[in-house]
């Protein structure tokens, strides 16, 4: 139970943010970016959208445990406005965790064929409703001429070579070493 109440805690602070950007997103048409709580961990776009994304799947186990069908439809709803939410991000790589994240809570529900159908037509409505903007920007994950994307592809190639080379300890809590 105390676990349980632990998920609440965690899936409703963050949540909250999720639900507010969502209802920002629907009302801006999605032309605005959302951002996190300023002077947070989670004040970028970036991050805030991988913090909701995280939060997905406990919000679905919590709504497995409501008894209530009204609660049960609210927390669908506070998740579909943090899917609104991680969307108006603008986040490039939330916009690919959201792809995996919605085919795994498909995959892991009571009847994961048709969840996993619904939850990616969820999402395909979702992304319909995104402005030209979003969808300029989010095209830019198959051109390898971004910054951003180049830097995350060689810290990607990094950490495999390190997982590689070093596969028990890592590399520890100082990975600026010479020697990693």
Do not use: C
Request: proline share 4%.
């Amino acid at each position: 139970q105390q676990i349980t109440w632990l998920v609440w805690v965690i899936a409703l602070s963050v949540g909250i943010y999720g639900i507010k950007g969502g209802i920002w997103t629907v009302a801006t048409g999605g032309s605005s970016r959302v951002w996190g709580p300023p002077g947070s961990f989670i004040e970028g776009n970036n991050e805030l959208a991988l913090a909701l994304t995280l939060v997905l799947p406990l919000m679905f186990f919590l709504r497995g445990e409501l008894k209530n069908a009204m609660a049960r439809h609210l927390m669908t709803a506070a998740m579909i406005f943090i899917g609104f939410s991680i969307l108006g991000s603008h986040s490039r790589g939330a916009f690919l965790a959201i792809i995996v994240m919605a085919l795994f809570l498909g995959l892991k529900s009571s009847r994961p064929v048709l969840m996993s159908v619904l939850t990616i037509s969820l999402l395909g409505l979702l992304v319909a409703f995104m402005p030209d903007n979003w969808s300029n920007r989010m095209a830019t994950i198959q051109s390898h001429e971004d910054d951003s994307a180049q830097s995350r592809l060689k810290t990607w190639r990094m950490i495999w070579n390190l997982a590689l080379h070093r596969p028990i300890n890592g590399a520890g809590f100082d990975i600026a070493t010479p020697e990693i």
